[in-house]
């Protein structure tokens, strides 16, 4: 009976067994992670010090991780909840299972929402919304109100409220002056602007990427171009103001290369790549006309795909980010050029990246784990992402070698428009462990 009580030896969770990889200390092999009161007590690999806390601590809160990874949380800098607005699409609520059954514990929420979120009474909605959630929700405010691209939104309100970042996701903040001014502000709170990096004019109304696939097929293209001139003029502004630029969702290898650059030159600035950027081309098109390919900015070439790997195995690209973008299947049942873009991916990206990054020998578990954990918390400023003791106990246990195939009828979003239907991927989440509590189990 004694194992039941709470002394100082016994624990409110265990998990034991487990190859641990941590970015900041490394790979444990056969470490137990000792958990009290949501947050790490300590990872223990002293034999004797395991086996008095297994000894003190009831069964029933013990995990055997053996054969399986064990990492910190895994988070998403870059989800689509869509509420308040497109409820039949996604919810907090909904996105933040999908999130959790795909291994995240923390996820930044854009605010290309209906009503947009610009404001502090939109901020506090989504995060009531995200409270008992399986999955910690940040929000990410708008850089100008209503995404309109006009008119600055109140940054310093929106901070109070809790936002961790501002974006007009979904648009380019097109207008460089007051780009500059955002920047300024955003410094002033230590946050990042996030940018969708495609310049509106030379975008116009393409869906796919400007390519030999695209004059085939007839289709209108959205130049690399574009993303290439909006991130070097954003290289400028941060460098001129001293803000931090995030470039989401990096497609095409000029802007890895403009990014690489301004990193050396001592600019502020990060970026994130997508599964699907690294995953798919645009050759793809040609081959199915899914409308689930269509996504901004768009999958390019071959030689895309290629830099994007090189920016995340050289550290140009500090962070995977999924994009998840719910979209209702009435809407993507349509003519290419009339569908919305967007693909969900929240529980597809931990076997993408697996599939795509580990084993093809581009990236290790560990450089994986940390695009994945400690690159993203620094972006957001957060004490998450690692295994330090006194953190949120936060973790993510893998399976690295299960296989499975992509079926959407078994997502928990509340969407299914992913181009990823069928594909055969290793690596399955096991648990997800949020603040000490599971959250997700696959069994
Ligand atoms: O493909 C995209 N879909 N790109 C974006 O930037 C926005 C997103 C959405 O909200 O659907």
Redesign the pocket.
Known sequence: MNAAKKTNDSYDLIVTGGTVIDPKIGVLNDATILIRDGEFVAVETDKKKVAAALKATDKSKIIDATGKLVTPGLIDLHV?LREPGREDEETVRTGAEAASAGGFTTICC?P?TTPAIDDQETVRFVLSEAVGAPCRVFVVGAVTKNRAGKELAEIGDLVKAGVVAITD??DFVQDPDLMRRALEYAQMFDIPIMQ?AEDKFLVGDGVMNESFASAKLGIKGRPAVAEEIATLRDIQLARFTGGRVHI??VSCAGTVEAIRRAKAEGVKITAEACPHHFSLTDDEIEKKFDTNL????PIRTQADVEAVIAGLVDGAIDCIAT?H?P?SAEEKDVEFDQA????VGLETALGLIKTRLIDTGFLSWTDAIRKLTVNPARIINQPLGDLSIGHSADLTIIAPDAEWTVDPSEFKSKSRNTPFAGWKLSSKVVKTILRGQVAYSSD
């Open positions: 689509h854009m290309n996701d979904g969708h989401q969702h269509r996504v901004n900015p994009d973008a979209h919305p873009a967007g693909m």
